[in-house]
C-alpha cells in the first residue's frame, strides 16, 4: 500500500504561479506518478505525468505552463504552475502507478485515472481574475 499526500495549493490572481508537492509514503522501485485535477463542474483530468527515468509528459491544457519534476532524494515530486488562469481552479490530486511502463504508455491511454493504483486526497488550486 502507498498513501501519497499532496500539499501547495493556494488561492492566486491570474498570472501567478504555484508548486504543488506530492510526497509518497515509500519509496517505489519503478513508477509513474500523475498530477490530476477537477475543475468545478468537470470530471477528474490527468495534466502530467513523470516515471522514474524522470521522463515528463503533458496534457494540451497545460503544456508549456506546467512543469514536473521529482527528487529522487527526497522521494518527492512536483508540479511547478505558471501563468495560471482562472480555469486551472480546482482540486489537484496526485496519483501513482507501481511498475516499468513509460511516460509514453500513459499519454497514449489519454492519462487514464484507470491506469493509476493510487491517489492522495487533493489539494485546491483557486485562480482569481
Known amino acids: 500500500q502507498v498513501t501519497l499526500v499532496e500539499s501547495g495549493g493556494d488561492s492566486v490572481q491570474t498570472g501567478g504561479s504555484l508548486t504543488l508537492s506530492c510526497t509518497p509514503s515509500?519509496?517505489?522501485?519503478?513508477?509513474?506518478v500523475g498530477w490530476f485535477r477537477q475543475r468545478p463542474g468537470k470530471s477528474r483530468e490527468g495534466i502530467a505525468v513523470?516515471?522514474?527515468?524522470?521522463?515528463?509528459a503533458y496534457a494540451d491544457t497545460v503544456r508549456g505552463r506546467f512543469i514536473m519534476s521529482q527528487d529522487n532524494a527526497k522521494n518527492m515530486m512536483y508540479l511547478q504552475m505558471t501563468n495560471l488562469k482562472p480555469e486551472d481552479s480546482g482540486t489537484y490530486y496526485c496519483?501513482?502507478?507501481?511498475?516499468?511502463?513509460?511516460?509514453?504508455?500513459?499519454?497514449?491511454?489519454?492519462?487514464?485515472?484507470?491506469?493509476?493504483?493510487?491517489w492522495g486526497q487533493g489539494t485546491q488550486v483557486t485562480v482569481s481574475p
Open positions: 515509500r519509496e517505489i522501485d519503478r513508477y509513474c
Open positions: 496519483a501513482l502507478r507501481k511498475g516499468a511502463d513509460s511516460v509514453v504508455y500513459i499519454a497514449n491511454r489519454g492519462f487514464s485515472e484507470r491506469e493509476f493504483h493510487y
Open positions: 513523470i516515471d522514474t527515468d524522470g521522463s515528463t
